[in-house]
């Protein structure tokens, strides 16, 4: 099953300045849910999308946290399961020993959880029903933007981005 291409209008920036000013123009305007590309990463461009952090985070202090647990539940047990473990008198569950066991599980399932939850979230975009149109420069040397818009607007956001600095508008009807 072919997915849809969205409808809206891609532009192709020569400069990453004219790329941020045609932003702040859209977004002044009331135009959002815009889609950027760049060949490489620009700080720039996180102040103008204002988008959200990402949840991956959550996910990596979770993991981090059940690992914390998953550690001291497994060296904690295992010492009061078998205490003829325990030489000189020392105490049968202690905290500094495993400290490092602590330390590798809390890591361990720490980046375990990042790496499924970034497997995830890269999948789920890949499952909507349209795709979003973008160009081989983008990855060259060139700036993009991906505005969607209905049909009538279409038009006259394609206008403003050149007015704008646009090299290159095309408008997606979708297909």
Partial sequence: ??????????????????????MEALEASGHHGMTVYTPVPRHELAHVTRRPPSPIRRYT??????????????????SLTWPELVTDGKP?????PYTVIFFECTVL?????????LA????????????IP????FSI????????ATHADAEGIGERLRDLGAEEVRIHAGT
């Fill in 1 to 22: 099953m072919a997915r849809e291409t969205a409808v809206g209008v891609l532009a192709v920036f020569p400069y990453l300045d004219d790329l941020i000013r045609a």
């Fill in 61 to 78: 202090l979770a993991g981090g946290v059940a690992g914390l647990l998953g550690g001291v539940l497994l060296t904690v047990v295992t």
């Fill in 92 to 96: 049968i569950a202690s905290i500094p």
């Fill in 109 to 117: 399932l720490g980046v375990l959880s990042t790496t499924l939850a």
């Fill in 120 to 131: 995830f979230y890269a999948v789920v975009p890949g499952l909507r029903g349209e795709r």
């Fill in 134 to 137: 973008t160009d081989p420069r």
């Fill in 141 to 148: 040397d060139r700036f993009g933007i991906f505005v969607p």
